[in-house]
């Protein structure tokens, strides 16, 4: 069997607010894990308790995401700096005549 290759490049990948899309889903996680809270009694009732347990697993997790999104935002913004003062260094000034 032929292994598949693409026959077209991957698109690059969409850069977009990273930091406040995941600080918005975290926030959704943990409100949908408090909205269900107070009922709690009658998930454990119906066998649906993973919902609650769920809920806070998202939160949790998206807090993670949160601490490795900020990084990844930082480290692109020290990168795009590093590379703007190292244009700005390979450029030669204008030259004053003698």
């Given at each position: 069997?032929?292994?598949?290759?693409?026959?077209?490049?991957?698109?690059e990948p969409l850069e977009g607010p990273v930091v406040a899309t995941v600080t918005g889903g975290t926030i959704i996680w943990f409100a949908m894990f408090l909205v269900q809270l107070p009922?709690?009694?009658?998930?454990?009732?119906?066998?649906?308790?993973?919902?609650v347990w769920t809920c806070a697993a998202g939160g949790f997790l998206g807090l993670i995401g949160i601490w490795y999104v900020r990084g990844r935002d930082a480290a692109l913004k020290r990168h795009a700096a590093q590379q703007a003062a190292e244009a700005a260094r390979?450029?030669?000034?204008?030259?004053a005549d003698q």
């Open positions: 069997m032929a292994k598949w290759t693409a026959k077209h490049e991957a698109p009922f709690y009694g009658w998930f454990a009732d119906q066998g649906m308790l993973w919902w390979a450029e030669p000034g204008p030259q």
